[in-house]
């Protein structure tokens, strides 16, 4: 969570964002602020939209109507590689590194795309030193140190989260999208996951979509609730999780918590 009395502004905001799917509306005028240097989550019951949303964001879906504005300008029409240029980066739902290279490499490549030679295998080997140097430290933020020569595919899942958090964080993103962070994992590395997350993305302002609300709870300073599309609340985990309309919608007026 944002530490107390960081001042705060709005670093993202969507303008009646809409996405129609041939007569079906996913997304329903959605008007959303997410505040410069903490944590937003998104969540709703199944078929909410969350998806579909977190896509229009992430510029892999284009939006029917509306505008989403990032920093001040308005990147509604911008592409993929152009907002992750900028400084917004996503993690996907399911983990996506590199198997078959090492822990170490996966997050070197991450660093050498930062520094624009993702693909000059050519370079002197003390640049690939110094990354490699980097690249342990990143992965000692995130608990991955002794994994350091382990390919990507020998990882236990809970790890390649990790993982993939560390190559995130090599691209040193001003916004993080973090797409279901703890899907299928077991309850000892969802407790990881959810306090590395906790540790290393202090100061960082990040959109979360999770299904856990116990993760959300510990984690997110606001949230907003979609239901069919649209908002049906938003507000801190104690607030929302109270809300009549948020408890019907999940779960037949019980409490979500």
Not at 8 to 30: Q, Y
Not at 36 to 43: D, E, Q, S, V
Not at 178 to 190: C, R
Request: some cysteine.
């Amino acid at each position: 969570m944002s530490e107390p009395g960081q001042e705060s502004r709005c670093i993202l905001e969507t303008r009646g964002l809409t996405k129609d799917f041939k007569g079906f509306t996913a997304v329903k005028d959605v008007n959303l602020k997410v505040q410069a240097g903490t944590i937003h989550a998104l969540i709703g019951p199944n078929g909410a939209g969350k998806t579909t949303f977190f896509n229009l964001l992430t510029k892999f879906l284009k939006p029917s109507a509306g505008s989403i504005v990032y920093d001040g300008t308005d990147i509604t029409r911008r592409k993929p590689a152009a907002i992750a240029q900028q400084g917004v980066i996503r993690s996907f739902q399911i983990s996506a590194v590199f198997p078959h290279l090492s822990a170490r490499d996966n997050v070197r490549i991450a660093l050498q795309r930062k520094l624009g030679i993702s693909y000059h295998f050519w370079r002197p080997i003390r640049v690939l030193d110094q990354l490699n140097q980097q690249a342990v430290a990143l992965l000692e933020q995130v608990g991955l140190r002794n994994f350091a020569e382990t390919p990507a595919v020998e990882m236990p899942y809970g790890r390649k989260r990790a993982l993939e958090i560390a190559t995130t964080i090599a691209l040193e993103p001003r916004l993080m999208l973090l797409d279901e962070p703890t899907q299928g994992m077991g309850a000892e590395d969802v407790g990881a996951v959810t306090d590395l997350i906790g540790r290393v993305v202090k100061g960082r302002t990040i959109i979360m979509v999770e299904h856990n609300l116990n993760v959300v709870s510990t984690l997110a300073d606001r949230i907003t609730v979609l239901n069919r599309g649209e908002i049906l609340a938003e507000g801190p985990y104690d607030e929302v999780s109270r809300n009549p309309e948020v408890m019907e919608a999940y779960m037949g007026a019980r409490d979500v918590e």
